[in-house]
């Protein structure tokens, strides 16, 4: 188990020390001194416009019904439980609605899906009026960097486009490229996109953005990070230069800016505070031996509805998935050399809590938009603070409560403490405890139904469509044959493994 680093009180209760504590333990284990401050950088005028948006005061909870929505999609939204819209709803919804263009800052589960969908649909509604969609030529355009992301993004259009008669169709490699010629060739009015599949089809003459009259691009950081910018340019290229441009990204990079300025005229600037989860999320550090990981992540799991774990490579989150089956607790992968209809089997688990535990690597991270994640475990240390942001913005989402856990070994707490004020979270240092046994799981050769297993998962050969894939080495960790397995309870705070 889990439990805090420091000393205990009067009250039998260890004390507990953030990442910037000095406080040492009774036992004389001397707590390190918190990281620096990161030195400040120049601020661009878009990320100041940014940063002035996030500093305005929160607008007051606001009724769909009262931001001139149609009647119907006010409606729809009601079906679904959705009366009152959330932070980035209430601050983009006006001016997008309005017609104008958009740059848009708010962390994943904030919902800025229905943010940009509802200006989305009512436009594109407008336009069409009573006629039929055009075979071929979509007149709205959502950009996404990744499969799930794109079938998620399309149920929420598609349930909402209903009442307004709109046809919604998501485009991305790994399905069939045939299909998705044929739903163009019957109409659409929006399409959901991968860069490389939609770039297929207009190659193909099978789709034309002349009539494109509002682009979204989601996640654009994230599109930028998988290589996708000189498709995405292309592709911005094909649709009217007046038309309406939303761009929404957790963050500004350089080439995010290049996007923005180039292709935004005049836009409103929103954002939420990044500081201010979408939830209340704990952030944990773990102290915790190489060999012990495996078996912590199994405890860990055991306490949670659902727990993900990210890892660097693709071979480690189908090994880390395999030793966890093996020791008991049921774990299934996802990356981006799984057969789309495996990815959509193992999300469908997870979201269930069939499989209690998803193994993902960073490039499946964004597309993973599961309600409800109790628990996040950075199995491996991510890159930077960016990405230790997206990884953990998987729970906490939607207003929920969540758990971050990060591990590290002991000569490895600095740098972690390090990325966490980078990153702007404050967390609690915890030492592992171990207290039950676990199988030896990772020398066990695989069997005939893990043979079978990887033969259904993945295809014969790569689709060139889908775009950048990770292609790192895997590295080797180390689990120990008699590795210890339980739940933790850091004293004075909830259960957290």
Known sequence: MPRPRGAAGRSGRPAQHTSSSRSSSRSGTRASAGPRPAAPRRVSALEAALEASAATPSPEPTPFAQLGLEPRLVTALARQGLVNAFEIQARVLPDGLAGRSLLGRARTGSGKTIGFGLPLLTRVAASRGTRRPMP????????????????????????LGRALDLRVTAVYGGASLGRQSAAMRRGVDI??????????????????????????LDEADHLCDLGFFPAITKLLDMTPADGQRFLFSATLDADVEKLASRYLTDPAV???????????VEHQIVQVRAEDKLAMTAQLAES??????????????DRLARQLTRAGVEALPIHGDLRQSARERALAAFASSRSPVLVATDVAARGIHVDAVDRVVHFDAPQDAKTY???????????????????????????????HVQAGVTSTLVVAEITREMPAVSAAPADSSDRADRADRYPSRRDSSRGPSQHAAPRRHQSSAAAH???ARPSGRRRVA
């Open 191 to 216: 399409v959901v996109a991968t860069p490389g599949r939609l770039t297929d089809l207009i190659e193909r003459q099978e789709c034309s953005l002349d009539a494109v009259e509002i682009t979204v």
């Open 270 to 280: 929103h954002a939420v505070p990044e500081e201010a989860p979408t939830g209340q």
């Open 304 to 317: 949670a509805p659902r727990t993900l774990v990210f890892v660097r490579t693709k071979h480690g989150a």
């Open 389 to 419: 942001l997206h990884r953990s913005g998987r729970t906490g989402r939607a207003g929920a409560e969540g758990i971050v856990v990060s591990f590290a070994p002991g000569d490895g707490v600095r740098e972690v403490q390090r990325m």
């Open 136 to 159: 071929r030529q979509p007149r709205g355009l959502v950009l996404v960097p990744t499969r799930e992301l794109a079938s998620q993004v399309t149920e929420v259009l598609e349930t």
């Open 485 to 487: 397995s339980a739940s």
